[in-house]
């Protein structure tokens, strides 16, 4: 199995996986020529993808989901309440090959399995994923809401994970932002500090690597992420930081 985080952030996401012959990408929140051209650069063709699965309708996931589909031909996967409330609120287009999941739901393609994990984050109906092949797990856990109890049984489970760590506290706090959003980055509906995260790391055993993903532009920066994650977890796990503006290298299991 093989991840590239080809963007994350409040400015776009979007997150490659292979594993054998089956090919997917989770969220649409940077354009379809931008994906296209990230996974050119390491041998792979976007129409190439088996499925697009969206987390939820926040813009930065799913607002070029229409392009994805009409242009590269990729089946959509979402959630009924998600696209409704993404329709409402983006213009999509017409979509014509969408397939819905209900959260909690495993989407089967061949032998890779994504399991669907609703999370409490303000969002119509959110998720994260996990996709397992063979003994492999690989965890996609951005925009938590908080350390929500299921947390703690899944990452005991994953050799690799992308998990949010979006804010330094002492950065918010002292940071640009206006009282309420603050309140809601902070709040049990909205994102994970760079703390919460390590010490949700701590659980993961078996973890190989963690990708620390949707890092603020405002309110953290990459060095202050890893030398928080490092203070917690040491040097027990590979850590490294996906950026807002380029992919990652590719992630191996």
């Known amino acids: 199995m093989i991840a590239i985080s080809l963007q994350s952030g409040s400015n776009g996401n979007c997150t490659y996986v292979e594993t054998g012959a089956v090919k997917l990408l989770f969220d649409a929140g940077i354009t379809g020529s931008k994906a296209g051209e990230r996974l050119s650069a390491f041998g792979r063709d976007i129409r190439d993808v088996d499925a697009l699965i969206i987390s939820h309708d926040h813009s930065d996931h799913v607002r070029h989901a229409g392009v994805y589909q009409r242009k590269y031909g990729l089946p959509v996967y979402i959630t009924q309440k998600t696209l409704e409330r993404s329709a409402g609120k983006y213009d999509l287009g017409k979509l014509t090959d969408i397939n819905y999941f209900t959260s909690g739901e495993t989407i089967n393609f ?125 040097d027990r796990l590979s850590l490294i930081t996906a950026s807002r503006f380029v992919a990652t290298g590719i992630l191996n299991l």
């Open 110 to 234: 061949d032998n890779v399995h994504v399991h669907t994990v609703s999370t409490p984050h303000d969002a119509a109906d959110s998720s994260v994923f996990v996709v397992s092949s063979g003994n492999k797990r690989l965890g996609i856990m951005t925009d938590l809401g908080h350390a929500f109890r299921e947390l703690s049984a899944i990452i005991p489970t994953l050799d690799g994970i992308f998990i949010e760590s979006n804010y330094d506290p002492e950065m918010l706090a002292n940071g640009p932002y206006p009282s309420f959003l603050k309140r809601r980055i902070q709040g049990p509906e909205g994102h994970l500090s760079n703390r919460e995260a390590a010490e949700l790391l701590l659980t993961g055993g078996r973890l190989k690597w963690a990708c620390l993903a949707h890092l603020s532009n405002n309110n953290n920066d990459p060095e202050a992420a890893l030398r928080t994650h490092r203070g917690i977890v040491g």
